[in-house]
C-alpha cells in the first residue's frame, strides 16, 4: 500500500506518478498496468486549484484500488475527461464531493481483465501510459 500526501504543483504530481508506478511495478512485473494506474491518479488530481491532495494505491490479487481525495476542489460535477478517464480504465468507480472536496474511488483490474479494458482507452490516454 502507498499512501501519499501532495499539493497539487506539477512538480509533485509528476513525482506521485514515478512513486505510483513503483509501487504497482512492485507487486506486479506488467509495466503496462503500473503506467495506467500512475497515469489515472496524475490526471485525476486538479492542478488548476492548487489543492492538497490524497492518493492511496492498494494492490491486490486481481485489481488495484486507487482512492484520490482532493480537498476544498471539484464540488461540482466531475468533468468529462476525468469520466471518460475513469469509464475507460476501470471497473468500477465512484466519487463523492461535499464542502471539504471530492473524493474518487476507482478499481483498476490486473491481468486478463486489464488487458481488456486497456484496448478501450483513448488514444492520448494510451499514449501517456503505455
Not at 20 to 36: G, K, L, N
Not at 77 to 99: H, I, P, V
Request: glycine share 6%; proline share 2%; hydrophobic share 40%.
Amino acid at each position: 500500500m502507498l499512501e501519499l500526501r501532495l499539493a497539487t504543483d506539477p512538480k509533485r504530481i509528476t513525482a506521485m506518478r514515478a512513486s505510483v508506478a513503483r509501487e504497482c511495478r512492485r507487486a506486479t512485473s506488467d509495466t503496462t498496468h503500473a503506467d495506467a494506474v500512475a497515469f489515472l491518479a496524475a490526471e485525476l488530481l486538479s492542478e488548476r486549484s492548487r489543492t492538497e491532495a490524497l492518493v492511496v494505491v492498494t494492490t491486490h490479487s486481481d485489481v488495484t484500488t486507487l482512492m484520490v481525495r482532493m480537498s476544498g476542489a471539484d464540488r461540482g460535477a466531475l468533468d468529462a475527461r476525468r469520466r471518460t478517464l475513469l469509464e475507460s480504465l476501470t471497473t468500477r468507480w465512484s466519487t463523492m464531493s461535499g464542502r471539504d472536496g471530492r473524493t474518487i474511488l476507482a478499481e483498476i483490474p490486473r491481468g486478463e481483465r486489464f488487458a481488456a479494458i486497456h484496448e478501450r482507452v483513448p488514444a492520448t490516454a494510451g499514449a501517456a501510459a503505455g
